[in-house]
Nanobody, 115 residues
């Protein structure tokens, strides 16, 4: 199983980034997908989740109205559109695939927001 994140980078506050996570080795359409992040010195936290069929996206309060999670089951890819970024969004962002108690993780992609 491989989850490969991409799209991270350095952006100024107020800017946008779009993260992608390409999955292989799983039946992607059967897995709920999530984005998590971990800032230096902090625990990993949930950012957003989406069900296997693409419905019922859910977001952490800190990103509601700014981030959008979506998926394309034909491309085995989940996305995280991040708008109005601020310095508190700086973290390593991880993709996860979840089904029946089994979770797979990607290697993470760094997002750095400068003031």
């Amino acid at each position: 199983v491989q989850l490969v994140e991409s799209g991270g980078g350095l952006v100024q506050a107020g800017g946008s980034l779009r993260l992608s996570c390409a999955a292989s080795g799983i039946t992607f359409s059967m897995y709920a997908m999530g984005w998590y992040r971990q800032a230096p010195g902090k625990e990993r936290e949930l950012v957003a989740t989406i069900t296997s069929g693409g419905g019922r996206p859910d977001y952490a309060d800190s990103v509601k109205g700014r981030f959008t999670i979506s998926r394309d089951n034909r491309k085995n890819t989940v996305y995280l559109q991040m708008n109005s970024l601020n310095t508190e969004d700086t973290a390593v962002y991880y993709c996860s695939a979840n089904r029946l108690g089994t979770t797979y993780w990607g290697q993470g992609t760094q997002v750095t927001v400068s003031s």
